[in-house]
C-alpha cells in the first residue's frame, strides 16, 4: 500500500500524475466501505477554487463527502446549517476500471438522479490506511480522459 503522501504534495501533482498514482494502488472492497468519509478536493490549485462552486451548480451544495453503509449502499452528504444532510444515493461497484481495467470500486449514481449525476462515475482506490484516491469522470467517449481527483478520509 502506498505510504501516505501529504496533501501538500498531493496539491503539486498534475491531474495526469494521479492516473499514474491512481493504477499503483490496491482496490478495497465494497464490504470495507463503510462509514462517513469525509471529503478533500485535491489536484492543481485551479480545481480546487472551481469545484466547490461548480458543485453547486450541479445540485451538491455544500458537498461534504460520502457514508457508506458496507452492502454496496451509500449516499452524498453535504453539510447544511451545520449539519450533514443526505442528498444524492450512490452505490459503490467492484468492478474493472475505466482508468486502467483493473479492479476498482466505481461509485455511481441512480438514472433517475438530475443530470450530469447519471453519468459521472468516481472510482476508488486505496491511498493509506485511512484515505481513499478518488477519481471523478463523466462516463462519455472523450469526457472520461477527464479525472478529477479527490479523497475521502474515514472520519
Known sequence: MESSISITRLNQMSLSA?????TSLTTPTVSVLSGTY???????GWLRRSAMPGLRLLGMP???GKRFDGAG?????IM????LQPIIPIRAEARASTIDGLPAIAVVYPPTTRLPWPYV?????QLDDKRLLGLTYVNRKALRRVLLPFLLEVS
Request: aromatic share 14%; net charge positive; charged share 30%.
Open 62 to 64: 455544500g458537498w461534504w
Open 73 to 77: 449502499g451509500g449516499v452524498n452528504l
Open 80 to 83: 447544511r446549517d451545520g449539519r
Open 38 to 44: 469525509r471529503a478533500t478536493i485535491i489536484g492543481p
Open 121 to 125: 462515475v468516481d472510482e476508488l482506490r
Open 18 to 22: 494521479y492516473r499514474l498514482l491512481f
